[in-house]
């Protein structure tokens, strides 16, 4: 177990290259980091010493090998909107940006494991058509104009939400509703296909054979085997949840990493896009690990080493 | 081991007229299928106590299916299923309940039958717990002694499933099954999935216990060497009905259906001679959702005769007490 989480912590240092390595090209191709600075009065001497100062006049592998070594030291430069380091800035807004995904995962998890499960148990029945048809329905909806149709709902005609912002817990309802369903569709068709999948196995009907209760049976055996599909995609799904929270934040004005992140790439502030870029392909990559801890700690049958 | 010894004076099981009617390809909008797939179609037969009944045919011709109707793991079209005096087709939820630990299965698949999750002890001591009989230590206690009478070490009770071999598995799932004190039990090709070289082992593992204990079983089977060698009766079916059905040793030494005759002459003889008899019957199994008119052998019967494709024949007692469902047996 040990031997596995170190194995998986020492491919994290590749990734990040990997993720680096894109970051700072995509950079470098879509504009010159001297017009950031100076603007449309500057001096030749003054454009030359900037290039100097910044080490642009050096190959292009020192400057990304000097990006790299400022990364690991986690200095990402000044803000240029904020006057203040990157990463400081980046670490105020994780909070709001967890508190969004995390609310949206309950919820998620919640319509998600209900819904699959009535549906498996009153398969091809009134309820299963219902849930399963919103869930196709679900599918494929675009989940910010849910949002917007939420906020037009209960924000506009009914005023019983704000449409946005932070406060108390009834501005993170419409945000959070919005971010799980970007996943809980999914989740409810998963959880239905591997709990009928299991019902059918053969452990299952000895389980009946004893005339053991039927909720006994739904606890003790079908959902524990029925989760291994569930929490594989979760890790699959972690990346989309960030994607969607940036939809979601810029939506509802929530204070996160995403809306940080779309406001910087306006305002050209590299070095809080490369902050906040690293800072989330951090998190997918221990999020990822998470699930694969998760899994093995749920399933006798997978052995890390 | 034979059926006359009854105690009680009445068969274990008795199953009369049973069917299992499966719908295929159900319309979209309809509640009505389209067809309907006969899988057991009319079956009649009973389970004598302390005594083993061998349940043979090709693959598809409904011995799971049957399997699972006797034990009510599948809900009968129609029929009777009496178990020990008790109709079980037609109890209700509650009373079936009450009365499952009588009647256990084990299933081919000796992987597929255990929870991947649960510790073997914990899956053999399981019903023991939640129908409320001991303490958790005096279950697990109890669980040891069966592990024994299968021929485990209880040492291996903190384990989980897939730590162990094929043959150990079945003995666990024998146990499972043996746990509840069961007076049947429903064995569905309990070593098709094995190592030749254990099958005989778990064979004899289920006479040791049947010798102990006193139950009874249902071998399910396509391998009429091992049914000879277990079953006191065997039944022969064919696409959902029964073909033949007597003592055993009569039926396999002296077949009355040519079905039975074709089934008996594939059995590799005791000792390997140079040629096997193979191959004897010729043909495909006819579609079960199409049975045929008639016979549902005849298709494949060496001596059809017009009558066959024409009157289905009644599966009928023979002068020496066997039942033959063949018009010319
Ligand atoms: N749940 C089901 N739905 C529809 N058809 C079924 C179902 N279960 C079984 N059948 C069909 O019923 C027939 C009998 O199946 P069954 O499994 O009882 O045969 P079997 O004799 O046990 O075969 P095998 O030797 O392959 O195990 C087959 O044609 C099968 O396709
Ligand atoms: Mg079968």
Known sequence: MLNFILRRLATIPISI??????????????????????????????????????????????????????????????????????????????????????????????????????????KDRTADMVISSLAVAGQSMPSFWLGILLVQLFALNLGWLPTSGT?????????????????APNLVLITRTSVLEITDELYVTTARSKGLPRLRILLRHILPNALNPIISFFGLQVGRLVGGSVVTETIFAWPGIGRLMIGAIYQRDVPVVVASVIIVALAIIIANLLVDLILSVVDPRIRLD | MMADAEPAGRPLLEVEALTKHFPVGRHLLRRAPRHVLRAVDGVSLTVARHSTLGLVGESGCGKSTLGRLMIRLLEPTSGRIVFDGIDIATADPAALRQMRSRFQMVFQDPLGSLDPRVRVGDSIAEPLGIL???????????????????????????????????????????????????????????????????????????????????????????????????????????????????VAREV??????????????????????????????????????????????????????????????????????????????
């Open chain 2, 132 to 246: 409320g009989e001991g303490s958790p230590k005096r279950n697990l206690e109890r669980a040891a002694q069966i592990l024994s009478l299968v021929g485990l070490d209880p040492s291996v009770m903190g384990r989980y499933p897939h730590e162990f071999s094929g043959g150990q598995k079945q003995r666990i799932s024998i146990a499972r099954a043996l746990i509840v004190s069961p007076q049947l039990i429903v064995a569905d090709e309990p070593v098709s999935a094995l190592d030749v070289s254990v099958r005989a082992q778990i064979v004899n593992l289920f006479q040791d216990v049947q010798e102990k204990l006193g139950l009874s079983y249902v071998f399910v089977s396509h391998d009429l060497g091992i049914v000879r060698h277990v079953a006191d009766h065997v039944a022969i079916m064919y696409l959902g009905k029964l073909m033949e059905y007597g």
């Open chain 2, 252 to 329: 396999l030494r002296e077949p009355a259906h040519p079905y039975t005759r074709a089934l008996v002459a594939t059995i590799p003889p005791p000792r390997p001679l140079k040629e096997r008899p193979r191959a004897a019957i010729v043909g495909d199994l006819p579609n079960p959702i199409d049975i045929p008119r008639g016979c549902r052998f005849a298709s494949r019967c060496p001596l059809v005769q017009p009558i066959c494709r024409e009157e289905e024949p009644e599966l009928r007692a023979l002068d020496d007490g066997r039942k033959a469902a063949c018009h010319f047996a």
């Open chain 1, 17 to 122: 290259l990997i993720v680096t390595a894109v970051t700072f090209f995509i950079l470098r191709l879509t504009g010159d980091p001297v017009e950031l600075y100076l603007d449309i009065t500057r001096t030749p001497e003054q454009e030359a010493l900037l290039r100097q100062e910044l080490g642009l006049d050096q190959p292009l592998i020192v400057q990304y090998l000097q990006f790299l070594a400022d990364i690991v030291r986690l200095d990402f430069g000044r803000s240029l909107q904020f006057q203040a380091p990157a990463i400081d800035i980046v670490v105020q807004r994780l909070g709001a940006t967890f508190q969004l995904i995390g609310a949206a995962l309950v919820i998620a998890l919640v319509v998600g494991l209900v819904g699959g499960l009535v549906s498996a148990r009153y």
């Open chain 1, 167 to 183: 406060g108390g817990w009834q501005h993170l309802v419409l945000p959070s509703v919005t971010l799980a369903a970007f996943i």
